[in-house]
């Protein structure tokens, strides 16, 4: 079974930083395009930045600058580094692997590809006061 864990969420004040990862079994987080989203309360969830096979990297234009995705492959897995939090980063964040190949591993504004089939995490909470 395909399990992916996140963990690295906790409560920080505004301009900390923060690593999330997501440790992934059963699944190689270097094989397909894996991404970081995040939900806050009464909002929909979005995507903040993707990693595709070949290790290229996007990121949603709200997050640019101060989000950083990246992988170990021999860890099997992924991380988002967060830096300069604001308040409005408070969020559940989830990280998701795709199951098969797509060339749409990217982002466009503050849209980010979202996995139409695949495997999610069951999240961990960043809260910014």
């Known amino acids: 079974d395909v399990q992916l864990v996140e963990s690295g969420g906790g409560s920080v004040q505004t301009g900390g930083s923060l690593r999330l990862s997501c440790t992934a079994s059963g699944y190689a987080v270097s094989n397909y395009c894996m991404g970081w989203f995040r939900q806050a309360p009464g909002k929909e969830r979005e995507g903040v930045a993707v990693i595709d096979s070949d290790g290229t990297t996007d990121y949603a234009d709200n997050v640019k600058g101060r989000f950083t995705i990246s992988r170990d492959n021999v860890k099997n897995t992924l991380f988002l580094q967060i830096d300069s939090l604001k308040p409005e980063d408070s969020a559940m964040y989830f990280c998701?692997?795709?199951?098969?190949?797509?060339?749409?591993?990217?982002?466009?504004?503050?849209?980010?590809?979202?996995?139409?089939?695949?495997?999610w995490g069951q999240g961990t909470q960043v809260t910014v006061s």
């Open positions: 998701a692997g795709d199951s098969t190949v797509t060339r749409a591993c990217y982002c466009i504004g503050d849209y980010c590809y979202t996995p139409i089939s695949g495997y």
